[in-house]
């Protein structure tokens, strides 16, 4: 009885686990937190979570645990997980259509012939069963050349590290990604997020940058802001001893990242985000946010209820009823204009921490008022921080990005990149 008890509980919890990843148990509220927690690993790797949940229904089976009628019900309810996590990742695997299906909408079905050569990307890699199961997680040794260069006087806070590939010649004059990571504004670091992006890029001849940032509650807003753009002045100025072109920055990060990419990418020159280098150039050629907050005031009813104490408390320090101006300075919906550069937005329809409905609202808004592209791919099934992971989805994602931001690179214009190189990935 206790062996099968066992085996009933783990066969709940494989089923409870999967059923969470095709459909969160909530989008908001207390439960989303764990909701987005215990989604992240099935939604993206659901063949190696799927091998887990078969040795956990082995294990607790041990003993008798599948006999009697509690070993039939976990039986069946770790078969209906199987085929959960197989639809989990035939709808990944689709996800290459979503993306095509955004870009052609967007920038034309004859997008890819308005890419000129020397910046066409090389073929899609190959999605093969070895990627699929064992993903390369060595990117960061393979690219990261410098790391931990001071670009401001905030000690770790403000250091950033460059990826490139060893053999790029020092006068490329290659495209250049400048990397945001996320974290809520109160926590994260440039390791570990948007490195699949920065990997595939790096790999394909470009350079990438990824910066720390102050961080609250010892950070008071617009300290975050201020030292994104700072990084982005030391890119200007010092990315072209590194094989970079200082003139084509293309700027991305997701969750606080991706809010503060976009703030960057829709307010170069403004005094307030640039104090004490206000003439400084700040502008980027184009902006990727994945799952980004695009507004605090919730002027659309698009925004978490809960978000607003924690950034009172935490972050602004004031209240949003008394401070409301610079709340919404420190909205990129406020910032949209003819002006903004190319975006390509990104948001997975299950994401529990930032609503998918505000990523429509920005695309919306930012369409209305901007005379350049506006791409928008919203990802079926896909959860908060989707990219974090070597995954299908990721796999196929940083090659639609790479695409557009070729289309974006072509009618640029600029210098021809010195010398090609060979991709491999």
């Known amino acids: 009885m206790q062996s099968q008890n066992r085996f009933l509980l783990a066969s709940v919890a494989n089923a409870a686990t999967t059923a969470n990843a ?3 148990v909530s989008r908001t509220g207390r439960l989303s937190l764990p909701a987005f927690a215990a989604a992240m690993i099935p ?3 659901p063949v190696q979570h799927g091998v887990g949940q078969g040795l956990l229904a082995l294990l607790a089976a041990r003993g008798g645990g599948a006999k009697g009628w509690r070993g039939g019900l976990g039986v069946a309810l770790n078969f209906a997980s199987a085929a959960g996590l197989a639809q ?7 996800s290459g259509d979503v993306l095509e299906a955004t870009l052609t909408e967007e920038l034309g079905a004859d997008y890819r012939s308005r890419i000129e050569e020397p910046f066409s990307p090389k073929p899609d890699v190959p999605l093969t069963r070895r990627r699929i199961l064992a993903p390369d997680l060595r990117t960061r040794r393979r690219y990261r050349t410098t790391r931990d260069i001071a670009y401001g006087d ?9 990826w490139r590939r060893s053999d790029l010649p020092d006068d490329a004059r290659a495209p250049v990604l400048f990397q945001v990571h996320g974290g809520a504004w109160v926590m994260g670091q440039k390791e570990n997020q948007g490195e699949p992006l920065m990997g595939h890029l790096a790999e394909r001849g470009w350079v990438c940058v990824a910066a720390n940032y102050r961080l609250s509650p010892r950070a008071t807003w617009p300290d975050h802001i201020v030292d994104v753009k700072r990084a982005l002045v030391w890119v200007k100025n010092n990315i072209a001893a590194h094989g970079g072109d200082p003139d084509f920055v293309v700027i991305t990060g997701g969750s606080a990242g991706g809010h503060l990419c976009s703030l960057a990418a829709l307010s170069s020159g403004t005094a307030d985000f640039q104090p004490g280098f206000e003439d400084a150039d700040t502008s980027v050629a184009a902006a990727v946010p994945f799952y980004g907050v695009y507004d605090f005031t919730n002027r659309h009813g698009t925004s978490r209820a809960d978000i607003v104490p924690f950034l009172e408390r935490r972050v602004f320090k004031s209240a949003l009823v008394d401070d409301r101006a610079r709340w919404a300075q420190a909205s990129p919906i406020s910032h949209v204009s003819a002006d903004a550069p190319p975006f390509f937005v990104l948001h997975g329809t299950n994401d529990s921490l930032v609503p998918v409905e505000q990523a429509r609202t920005f695309v919306d808004e930012l369409r209305k008022a901007s005379d350049r592209p506006v791409a928008y791919a919203e990802l079926p099934l896909a959860q908060h921080a989707f990219d974090v992971f070597a995954s299908v ?12 931001l070729a289309v974006v690179r072509s009618e640029h214009g600029g210098p021809t990149p010195a010398e090609a190189v060979t991709a491999t990935a």
């Open 22 to 24: 095709l459909r969160p």
């Open 154 to 162: 905030a000690g770790r806070r403000n250091r950033l590290d460059v």
């Open 88 to 94: 989990v990742f035939r709808v990944a695997g689709r």
């Open 43 to 45: 939604s993206e790797l």
């Open 393 to 404: 989805r990721t796999h196929h994602t940083v090659h639609a990005i790479e695409r557009f």
